[in-house]
């Protein structure tokens, strides 16, 4: 007698080899959730390096700027001297995301606050900008840059002035 397959055989071999694939899935899966539980995500934003674009002289004595990355690339501390009306600064600062996660630069912290700030007056006739990198989201490898211009305005009151500066990078 010739046995014939019936659709009880069919349903069974169909569902063993469902078993036999999901083993094999949940193994793959265990696997590649061990190799990512055991990376390291890496959160580092720092300002990279600063670069003197330009430098304009308004009299005989060129001006002159100082700046240092400090605490592991959070801070720069400048120090600056300009000596006549029209002297003018120019930095591009460098700002790099060389984590593994993707990180936000939420401000600049400036100490004192000449650019923007209460002590704006107290640097007469000096002043400091710099472009806006407020809530810019940079990718692990990306960078961006801020231009840091210092400018000796012309006004009645001469002669040299040399400041210390200080601009912080605030991220999450």
Do not use: H
């Not at 696997?31 to 430098?55: A, C, P, Q």
């Not at 002590?119 to 806006?132: A, E, G, H, M, V």
Request: aromatic share 8%.
């Amino acid at each position: 007698m010739k046995k014939s397959i019936n659709t009880k055989d069919i349903i069974i071999v169909v569902l063993c080899i469902t078993i036999i694939f999901l083993g094999i899935g949940f193994i793959f899966l265990s696997v590649n959730f061990t190799e990512l539980k055991n990376t390291k995500s890496d959160y580092d934003l720092r300002f990279l390096d600063v670069t003197n674009i330009s430098t304009v002289s308004g009299g005989s004595t060129k001006p002159s700027g100082d700046i240092k990355i400090e605490k592991g690339g959070k801070l720069l501390n400048m120090n600056f001297i300009l000596y006549n009306a029209r002297d003018e600064l120019d930095y591009n600062i460098s700002i790099q995301n060389n984590g593994t996660i993707s990180g936000k630069v939420i401000d600049l912290i400036e100490s004192p606050e000449y650019a923007n700030g209460q002590d704006k007056n107290r640097l007469l006739p000096i002043s400091i900008t710099y472009s806006d990198v407020s809530d810019v989201v940079l990718e692990p490898g990306d960078a961006t840059t801020i231009k840091l211009t210092v400018f000796y305005n012309s006004s009645t009151i001469t002669g040299k002035k040399s400041f210390n500066y200080k601009l912080g990078l605030l991220t999450k």
